[in-house]
T-cell receptor, first 114, second 111 residues
């Protein structure tokens, strides 16, 4: 397996624009997590899915953020409209059975909003 | 109290030194614990799992103290290549399904 695949690796956008981040989890993993990492706050969980169903989105900072998982092999995180304070590294991770097993991370998307 | 707390460091040590990091957690129901390593501008990767009182893997030893709710990571004979950020992870949530990360401890090993 190629591991968790995220795209794009880098994104630079202007304030107010829509940004879509993509993730392909490892096949067979039932859990998918979206994290945001900043120097100030470390790794924060935004939302997680179990079997494609969103379970906990309490970490999503505002209504500007939304996430979907239309099938077991694809998830998106969308920010609309984007703001400079959204600049961060966004990681997608998947795991077979949730928090009690290893989480495998993608390489992340480095987002810069100018 | 934060769910998972770590000393951010940085810990600056010479090659060959022994260094230890601590991590405290708030969820007394957690049963499994993890240490991840994150290199600069890379993704976190699993270093060690801790399911009982402790685990040892070569130069790395992780220990768990349930009574005091902390886990530790000991690195012996530090190498330059050990320079990284070490993240403590404790599952949280109703079913312990959420890997919750500490802020990480930065280690710098110098010649």
């Amino acid at each position: 397996d190629a591991g968790v695949i995220q795209s794009p690796r880098h994104e630079v956008t202007e304030m107010g624009q829509e940004v879509t981040l993509r993730c392909k989890p490892i096949s067979g993993h039932d859990y998918l997590f979206w994290y945001r990492q900043t120097m100030m706050r470390g790794l924060e969980l935004l939302i997680y899915f179990n079997n494609n169903v969103p379970i906990d989105d309490s970490g999503m900072p505002e209504d500007r953020f939304s996430a979907k998982m239309p099938n077991a092999s694809f998830s998106t995180l969308k920010i609309q409209p984007s703001e400079p304070r959204d600049s961060a590294v966004y990681f997608c991770a998947s795991s077979p059975t949730g928090g009690n097993t290893e989480a495998f991370f993608g390489q992340g998307t480095r987002l810069t909003v100018v | 109290r934060k769910e998972v707390e770590q000393d951010p460091g940085p810990f600056n040590v010479p090659e060959g030194a022994t260094v230890a990091f601590n991590c405290t957690y708030s969820n007394s129901a957690s049963q499994s614990f993890f240490w991840y390593r994150q290199d600069c501008r890379k993704e976190p990767k699993l270093l060690m799992s801790v399911y009982s009182s402790g685990n040892e893997d070569g130069r790395f030893t992780a220990q768990l103290n349930r009574a005091s709710q902390y886990i530790s990571l000991l690195i012996r004979d530090s190498k330059l290549s050990d320079s990284a950020t070490y993240l403590c992870v404790v599952p949280q949530g109703g079913g312990s399904y959420i890997p919750t990360f500490g802020r990480g401890t930065s280690l710098i090993v110098h010649p």
